[in-house]
């Protein structure tokens, strides 16, 4: 247990530093695409490098939806997400450090800072906010169960689930900044402090939401048929 939370903890800092530290350092150079890309690229390394030793969730919505979906134990989930939301703070604040070296510097408008109204890039409201977050969620979870439940994808679980965070990013940048991860909206909003703590109830709701129905869904998709009262095909039989 030791060694697979230190892995979730160690990946969602990698997630945090590769992701909104990009965002933050480096945005104006990259644009949305490049931020994108950046997140996608540090869940596709690190569950490379980690998913062998915890399974490279790195995200509580992650976790929660993969106990849903039966592939977690249920003792796994509070001490994965508790290493999950620490590593994202130290990320953050190893952040912070870096960005206060330009006097230029402002933490309120570009600390990677997720937020709906106000706190949205583009001024998308709750209702916006709330349907992206749980619809892109419940869809990365169904992208994650369905690559990991067959051993002819799972050795390529990592690119899939990598591309699959940046289509969401290029997606949903303009309208929450993007989470679908509560510990990378934690860790920025703790150092922030702000309207960003004060809006991090819902990127804690939504993800958490879209992850139990894509895990939900993803098992529904990904159990055999017999398991769930479907009598299977039988070759050459006659139709009923």
């Given at each position: 247990?030791?060694?697979?939370?230190?892995?979730?903890?160690?990946?969602?800092?990698?997630?945090?530093?590769?992701?909104?530290?990009?965002?933050?350092?480096?945005?104006?150079?990259?644009?949305?695409?490049?931020?994108?890309?950046?997140?996608?690229?540090?869940?596709?390394?690190?569950?490379?490098?980690?998913?062998?030793?915890?399974?490279?969730?790195?995200?509580?919505?992650?976790?929660?939806?993969?106990?849903?979906?039966?592939?977690?134990?249920?003792?796994?989930?509070?001490?994965?997400?508790?290493?999950?939301?620490?590593?994202?703070?130290?990320?953050?604040?190893?952040?912070?450090?870096?960005?206060?070296?330009?006097?230029?510097?402002?933490?309120?408008?570009?600390?990677?800072?997720?937020?709906?109204?106000?706190?949205?890039?583009?001024?998308?409201?709750?209702?916006?906010?709330?349907?992206?977050?749980?619809?892109?969620?419940?869809?990365?979870?169904?992208?994650?169960?369905?690559?990991?439940?067959?051993?002819?994808?799972?050795?390529?679980?990592?690119?899939?689930?990598?591309?699959?965070?940046?289509?969401?990013?290029?997606?949903?940048?303009?309208?929450?900044?993007?989470?679908?991860?509560?510990?990378?909206?934690?860790?920025?909003?703790?150092?922030?402090?702000?309207?960003?703590?004060?809006?991090?109830?819902?990127?804690?709701?939504?993800?958490?939401?879209?992850?139990?129905?894509?895990?939900?869904?993803?098992?529904?998709?990904?159990?055999p048929e017999a398991a769930i009262g479907v009598a299977p095909t039988i070759p050459g039989a006659p139709a009923e």
């Open positions: 247990m030791l060694k697979r939370v230190l892995a979730e903890a160690l990946g969602t800092f990698w997630l945090v530093l590769g992701g909104c530290g990009t965002a933050v350092l480096a945005g104006s150079h990259v644009g949305f695409g490049g931020v994108a890309a950046a997140f996608g690229l540090t869940v596709l390394t690190g569950a490379f490098a980690l998913g062998r030793i915890s399974g490279g969730h790195f995200n509580p919505a992650v976790t929660v939806g993969l106990w849903a979906a039966g592939k977690t134990g249920s003792g796994d989930v509070v001490p994965y997400v508790v290493a999950q939301v620490v590593g994202a703070i130290i990320a953050a604040w190893v952040i912070f450090i870096i960005a206060s070296g330009n006097p230029a510097f402002d933490i309120t408008k570009g600390f990677a800072l997720n937020g709906y109204g106000a706190g949205s890039p583009d001024g998308y409201g709750l209702t916006a906010a709330l349907v992206t977050e749980v619809v892109l969620t419940a869809v990365f979870l169904v992208v994650i169960v369905g690559v990991v439940s067959s051993p002819a994808t799972a050795p390529f679980a990592p690119i899939a689930i990598g591309l699959a965070l940046t289509l969401i990013h290029l997606i949903s940048i303009p309208v929450t900044n993007t989470s679908v991860n509560p510990a990378r909206s934690t860790g920025v909003a703790v150092i922030a402090q702000g309207l960003a703590l004060g809006q991090l109830w819902l990127f804690w709701v939504a993800p958490i939401v879209g992850g139990l129905i894509g895990g939900l869904v993803g098992r529904f998709l990904t159990q």
